[in-house]
């Protein structure tokens, strides 16, 4: 039994019917020579070997009375595979958007609480798609952010998959007996006792790596680019169709480049990363789009970045992450000069020391009773509907792994990623890389965004642009299915480079 943080439960807290706080994946796979797109039987066997191989696939949540406490994640005592795999397909003729309009809705479908928090849709009939053979099929997966960050998705990752055409020979079914489930009484007096020590714990550990308090609030607040003499102005930050109240429907589109052309960009320009030349796409892409239709500020769009700060000995899953703001350098027509700009902003926010104190608050949030964070949090999405953004959209970066990766007798040829959104952030980017592929991946409110491939259209315009800026040709993107065959069995979190510490058991109450 393992007990969520803060930060878990922060998630939790958020959720509402019209925002929904899990995270998808949309994998699309080829089928390995003189195999077929695998039947829902052969689904379920395969997970069925694999599910010892991550505690988050068979535990869901229990909470103590009134909210008292932050809630615990247990083994079910019901758990029923087949309750979380589901079988569908596109019909004629399976084409990108089809696929792009399923996991839309897929996504935007809350999970049951009262069971695991994640579910697996396979999607057959994947004939229409450019660069993808037919035959072809894709995996929706979708799992609470509660349950995962995106380091520690690595590990779901790794269960699933492998780095060989054919997985290792499955060992014997492993006898698994859930534990005994929590009495009411039981968690009402954890949660007692929780309260009393709670603030003890989390003020002895987040005190020592604590800054000033102006530091604390230079941290909170500041925009990465101001430099420190300057005083932000919070009616700076422009309010844009993005920052609205959103409804309960997505739309979805997703581009993919080869990796090469970004890294030949950001080396084309001195002090970038390809972090930065992403996020100079993105603010391309916002630029173009917001023009066309009359509404691009004057001022800066600034994005919120989720930042790891997961530590080596961090064993466990949940969520190890702060959040950092950059600038988008919209209002500047060179699509060369906005990566400059936005990768002299960025850097001074790249210090480990900034990571280090942001875990720091987020251990002394540890405080605050469960029942009051739930109440703050209710309380806090509508307004950040209502007033001045802090940020206008959100954009994830999360590295994948360099390898070609395999299940259900194929190989995975990409790998898109569906963000949760809320009121007041009515869109977002997940960017990342899979086997030298790059790829952007939106995922919008339907009334906030409507046209979500068009879009993806300036995605692709902002790039080419880069491009051009920089003297970079377009290489082509990597063929997957024609990469050549690593040895070994690899972990997927090892080739990533976010190789997770030894596994605790969560059977220790």
Excluded at 85 to 100: D, K
Excluded at 103 to 116: E, G, S, V
Excluded at 275 to 283: C, E, R, S, Y
Excluded at 367 to 396: E, H, K
Aim: proline share 7%.
């Amino acid at each position: 039994m393992r007990q969520l943080s803060a930060t878990d439960a922060l998630f939790l807290q958020l959720e509402k019917p019209h925002v929904p706080f899990h995270i998808g994946i949309l994998e699309i796979y080829q089928p390995l020579e003189g195999r077929a797109s695998p039947s829902l039987e052969e689904v379920l066997s395969e997970l069925q070997s694999r599910l010892h191989l991550s505690d988050s696939f068979r535990q869901k949540l229990v909470t103590a009375r009134f909210g008292l406490d932050f809630p615990y994640w247990i083994e079910d005592p019901e758990f029923d595979l087949e309750y979380h795999v589901r079988h569908v397909a596109l019909p004629s003729p399976g084409n990108l958007s089809q696929l792009s309009a399923l996991a839309a809705r897929l996504h935007a479908r809350m999970l049951d609480r009262a069971r695991p928090l994640w579910e697996i849709t396979v999607i057959e009939g994947l004939d229409g798609i450019d660069d993808i053979p037919a035959g072809s099929f894709a995996v929706y997966f979708k799992i609470h952010h509660a349950a995962i960050d995106g380091v520690a998705g690595a590990e779901l990752l790794s269960a699933i998959h492998t780095t060989r055409p054919q997985a290792p020979e499955a060992a014997a079914a492993l006898a698994w007996a859930p534990m005994d489930p929590p009495s009411g009484r039981g968690l009402l007096l954890r949660a007692v006792g929780n309260n009393v020590r709670r603030p003890v714990k989390a003020i002895r550990s987040a005190v020592p790596a604590l800054p000033s308090a102006r530091s604390i609030a230079r941290f909170v607040i500041g925009i990465p680019g101001w430099s420190s003499g300057e005083k932000q102005d919070w009616s700076s930050i422009a309010s844009t169709r993005f920052n609205g109240l959103v409804s309960p429907h997505r739309t979805f589109d997703a581009r993919a480049c080869a990796l090469e052309d970004l890294k030949q960009i950001k080396n084309s320009i001195p002090g970038a990363t390809v972090n930065d030349v992403a996020l100079a796409v993105v603010g391309g892409a916002l630029r173009s789009y917001l023009e066309a239709k009359g509404e691009l500020p004057d001022t800066e769009l600034v994005a919120l970045i989720p930042v790891s700060t997961r530590l080596p000995t961090d064993a466990e899953g949940g969520n190890r992450i702060s959040v950092m703001r950059a600038p988008l350098g919209t209002h500047i027509a060179d699509p060369r000069e906005r990566v400059v700009r936005i990768a002299e902003a960025t850097r001074a926010k790249k210090e480990q020391g900034n990571a280090v104190r942001a875990r720091a608050l987020a251990e002394a949030a540890e405080v605050v009773p469960g029942a009051v964070v739930g109440v703050a949090m209710r309380r806090l999405g509508p307004m950040l509907a209502t007033r001045r953004p802090i940020s206008n959209v959100m954009v994830t970066n999360v590295p994948g792994p360099p390898e070609p990766l395999y299940a259900f007798g194929a190989r995975m040829l990409r790998l898109y990623g569906l963000g949760p959104i809320a009121d007041g952030f009515g869109i977002a980017h997940l960017v990342g890389s899979y086997a030298g592929i790059f790829s952007f991946s939106v995922t919008g409110c339907r009334e906030i965004l409507p046209d979500a491939r068009s879009y993806g259209d300036q995605i692709e315009r902002a790039l080419d642009a880069l491009r051009e800026a920089t003297g970079v040709i377009a290489s082509p993107i990597p063929d997957v299915a024609g990469a050549e065959l690593t040895t070994g069995d690899t972990s997927v979190a090892e080739l990533s480079g976010k190789t997770p510490a030894t596994k605790r058991s969560t059977r220790s109450r």
